[in-house]
């Protein structure tokens, strides 16, 4: 269980690019972060286009005001005056800018934990980890859900054959704040609907690279064969982005899965759903009750496993952090995710690949897998909703 003790030698010095007051998920990276105080210090940011408010929102953060910067070039050639400059920098801005934020972060030798969807292409996924490699720094990428304790529940059920072999995969995240026209939605909203600032996809990207992230931390042994993707834009002025999407997966087992995004689905407030289907059982999670799981064997009654209980495995027992008594949320979830990039960032420092080589982060390697997949999603959606090899 963690308690919040230390983890890695000392905090590493952290700033933010973007995650301002004006923004959606700056609150929840801080969060993370600083949830145990033992991973992170907040010392810098840049986190907003406006400079005069970006540095109100700073001081109010607590943060010297000479190190709120107007501009994340700024915040690098500052930093890199002090002697206590960040070792690591946050990326909380809109799609298009992930790409040139990252590579000058990591070409002025700072380690970055970034938003999804990573970028807009694997070409440039594939750059900025050759620019990684070369320079020994750590790319995280914020797969927020995927810190859940039953989530490495499943992945550890799956692992020792619990569920036999998989057969089917349904995951569905949908809500219904999109479920109207965009004339009076906020800048959060029509960049996420622009392809010149959201990329080639709106929800795909948006809440469908969880989905395929956290279904790859519970199934890492299977691979896509195929895969037939079906969007639409309920709302047209949305074109040729999509906000309601199906895809249809065939994996190289033979197993066959489903998944549904939409931001249309009209009443709902938003929840994500996975079941995956075994030969010998079945589990499903969702993020709406998350402190549950239920595990279904054939002929047997169904049971609901609850986090924290002795009776589950010692991978979700580990990251557990309230206790069976208490309800884990998504900060909770945040927060094991920043450690352990924390953890990463700590052991690439000391040179101890062999660390590395076992320990579990949301990496580069996740973020461009995700861009992967969005773009094989495309391809399909753009040739008329066709089954397509995986590339």
């Known amino acids: 269980m963690l308690n919040g003790e230390k983890q890695i030698a000392r905090p590493l010095r952290w700033g933010m690019v973007g995650g301002g007051r004006t923004g959606q998920v700056g609150y929840k990276h801080r969060t993370g972060a600083l949830r145990d105080n033992t991973a992170y210090r907040l010392v810098a940011g840049a986190f ?26 700024e915040l ?9 400059g960040v070792e690591v920098v946050s990326i909380a801005t809109p799609n298009f800018t992930h790409f040139e934020i990252t590579k000058a972060c990591l070409e002025a030798g700072l380690h970055v934990i970034c938003e999804k969807p990573l970028f807009f292409s694997v070409a440039e996924c594939e750059e900025v980890a050759k620019i990684a490699e070369d320079k020994g720094l750590i790319v995280g990428v914020t797969y927020g859900f995927s810190g859940h ?13 619990m569920l036999g072999e998989i057969r089917i995969v349904d995951m569905q995240y949908t809500h219904g704040f999109n479920s109207g026209d965009d004339v009076n939605a906020g800048e959060a909203v029509k960049w996420r609907t622009n392809p010149e600032t959201a990329g080639p ?101 169904p049971r609901t496993l609850h986090h924290g209980m002795p009776y589950l495995e010692e991978e979700s027992l580990a990251i557990d952090r309230m206790g069976a008594l208490h309800t884990e949320g998504l900060g909770d979830s945040w927060a094991n995710i920043y450690l352990w990039i924390a953890q990463a960032i700590d052991a690439k420092r000391r040179g101890d690949e062999a660390f590395l080589k076992t320990h579990h982060y949301p990496g580069i390697a996740a973020g461009t897998e995700g861009v992967r997949w969005l773009e094989n999603c495309v391809r399909s959606a753009d040739a008329g909703a066709t089954w397509v090899d995986y590339q």
């Open 48 to 73: 907003d286009l406006d400079a005069e408010r970006g540095r109100d929102f700073g001081t109010n953060l607590g943060i010297a005001e000479d190190r709120c910067y107007a501009t994340y070039q």
């Open 76 to 84: 690098i050639a500052g930093e890199a005056e002090r002697d206590d």
């Open 149 to 161: 304790p039953l989530v490495r529940q499943m992945a550890a059920m799956v692992e020792k054959g």
């Open 201 to 301: 996809t709106f929800v795909l990207g948006d809440i469908g690279t969880h989905l395929h992230y956290l279904s790859e931390v519970v199934l890492p042994h299977l691979r896509i064969d195929k895969l037939l993707c079906d969007r639409k834009a309920f709302i047209p002025t949305r074109e040729p982005l999509e906000d309601h999407a199906t895809v249809l997966t065939h994996y190289d087992n033979g197993a066959r899965g489903r998944l549904w995004v939409s931001s249309v689905n009209t009443g709902h407030m938003g929840s994500q759903r996975y079941r995956f289907v075994g030969s010998k059982a079945s589990v499903e999670w969702s993020d709406a009750h998350p402190d549950q799981l239920m595990y279904e064997v054939q002929g047997e009654p």
